[in-house]
T-cell receptor, first 113, second 110 residues
Framework: GAGVSQSPRYKVAKRGQDVALRCDPISGHVSLFWYQQALGQGPEFLTYFQNEAQLDKSGLPSDRFFAERPEGSVSTLKIQRTQQEDSAVYLC???????????FGQGTRLTVV | QKEVEQNSGPLSVPEGAIASLNCTYSDRVSQSFFWYRQYSGKSPELIMSIYSNGDKEDGRFTAQLNKASQYVSLLIRDSQPSDSATYLCAAFDNTDKLIFGTGTRLQVFP
């Protein structure tokens, strides 16, 4: 596609509900990154992939967070048993290679009530 | 020290002035640096990348990289109110993770 696409744009979840956030990167981009951004803060790294390999997941806040990219293209970030502190904007970015320019999707704003 | 550090601001400059945004980095980052602009409620937008020592100019924007002092800066000439946004500095660390600073809020007043 022309750009990184994320869906849904907005998600309201009841506490305890599971959610799945989707990221469709730019076609051919090898690297894919997930970030969590709280209001007034910079994007905080969650995890990243090169192709289908998850090379680093050190930023995932708890074992309720899980990400996958099974075919090296679309990625899904799953949050189980959502908590209020999970409320944030979740950003996805992709880059052509491991250290080249990265481009962001529109983000998914998750609100847990 | 965090990998990438920025002053949170806000930095206030009058319209037409030069805005100077700074970022310092640690030894744990590689030599690829990026500046993103983020408007309120929007996602970050890449505006500059710099890979080698010195200056890189693109329109009203100039990125400067000083490896000896471990800082990278962004100059915005002829600042406009539409430049008011948060500017994020980013770099890849030694494991190819893209790390961001906390961002500097820029306010350009008429």
């Amino acid at each position: 596609g022309a750009g990184v696409s994320q869906s849904p744009r907005y998600k309201v979840a009841k506490r305890g509900q599971d959610v799945a956030l989707r990221c469709d990167p730019i076609s051919g981009h090898v690297s894919l990154f997930w970030y969590q951004q709280a209001l007034g803060q910079g994007p905080e790294f969650l995890t990243y992939f090169q192709n289908e390999a998850q090379l680093d997941k050190s930023g995932l806040p708890s074992d309720r967070f899980f990400a996958e990219r099974p075919e090296g293209s679309v990625s899904t970030l799953k949050i189980q048993r959502t908590q209020q502190e999970d409320s944030a904007v979740y950003l996805c970015a992709s880059s052509l290679t491991g250290d080249s320019e990265a481009f962001f999707g529109q983000g998914t704003r998750l609100t847990v009530v | 020290q965090k990998e990438v550090e920025q002053n949170s601001g806000p930095l206030s400059v009058p319209e037409g002035a030069i805005a100077s945004l700074n970022c310092t980095y640690s030894d744990r980052v590689s030599q690829s640096f990026f500046w993103y602009r983020q408007y309120s409620g929007k996602s970050p937008e890449l505006i500059m990348s710099i890979y080698s020592n010195g200056d890189k100019e693109d329109g009203r924007f100039t990125a400067q990289l000083n490896k000896a002092s471990q800082y990278v800066s962004l100059l915005i000439r002829d600042s406009q109110p539409s430049d008011s946004a948060t500017y994020l500095c980013a770099a890849f660390d030694n494991t190819d993770k893209l790390i961001f600073g906390t961002g500097t809020r820029l306010q350009v007043f008429p």
